[in-house]
Every structure is written in structure tokens, then in C-alpha cells.
């Protein structure tokens, strides 16, 4: 059983940062990409920021410049670090992270509330 365990978020003023963080637990070979989505109220899930074990990254086009995503594979972690943050950003971010047990699935954490006020 592999379990995402999601930390952070929280309530900040507009042009604030949080971070949040995502830890994963259980039996597995290896995790492949990670990434964190958002889900606002009356709207689709959507991705906000990959990364591969690699390394390499990529953004939604309404957080490049804002949002940073970072792993430590050693710690089955992905960060997600949010800077100049706006009322939009408000919303429940979803850890996801692709692992490799008997074949490759998808895993999602619980979500954690991120609430920016204008």
C-alpha cells in the first residue's frame, strides 16, 4: 500500500508565500514523475507543476515565475514552494505521483487547503 501524505498550505495574504510538501510511504521500486494539481471550488482539477526523477520541470502557464517544484528523491518528497500569491491561487492542492510497484500507478494525497485573501 502506498499512502501520500500531504503538509502545509494554509491561509496567507495576496503577494504572500506557503509551501507545501508531499511525502510518500509504503512499498514500491521507485516513484517516477511527481506533480501537485489544485482543484478551486466549482472548477476542474488541474495541474499546477511536474517534475520527473530527473529533474526536469514544467509549469502551468498561471504559476511560471511563481511557483517552484523541487523533490528529494531520497526522501520520496516533491516541494512545491508559492510566491506572489494571488486570490486565484485559492484552492485544495493535490499531490500526485506515479510509482512503480508491480506496474505503474497513479497516487493521489488527501489534498491540503490553500486560501489566499485579497
Known amino acids: 500500500q502506498v499512502r501520500l501524505v500531504e503538509s502545509g498550505g494554509g491561509l496567507v495574504q495576496a503577494g504572500g508565500s506557503l509551501s507545501v510538501s508531499c511525502s510518500a510511504s509504503?512499498?514500491?521500486?521507485?516513484?517516477?514523475?511527481m506533480a501537485w494539481y489544485r482543484q478551486a471550488p466549482g472548477k476542474q482539477r488541474e495541474l499546477v507543476a511536474a517534475i520527473t526523477s530527473g529533474g526536469r520541470t514544467n509549469y502551468a502557464d498561471s504559476v511560471k515565475g511563481r511557483f517552484t517544484i523541487s523533490r528529494d528523491n531520497a526522501k520520496n518528497t516533491v516541494y512545491l514552494q508559492m510566491n506572489s500569491l494571488k486570490p486565484e491561487d485559492t484552492a485544495v492542492y493535490y499531490c500526485?505521483?506515479?510509482?512503480?510497484?508491480?506496474?505503474?500507478?497513479?497516487?493521489w494525497g488527501q489534498g491540503t487547503q490553500v486560501t489566499v485573501s485579497s
Open positions: 500526485n505521483a506515479q510509482v512503480l510497484t508491480l506496474g505503474e500507478y497513479d497516487y
Open positions: 509504503g512499498v514500491f521500486f521507485s516513484i517516477n514523475a
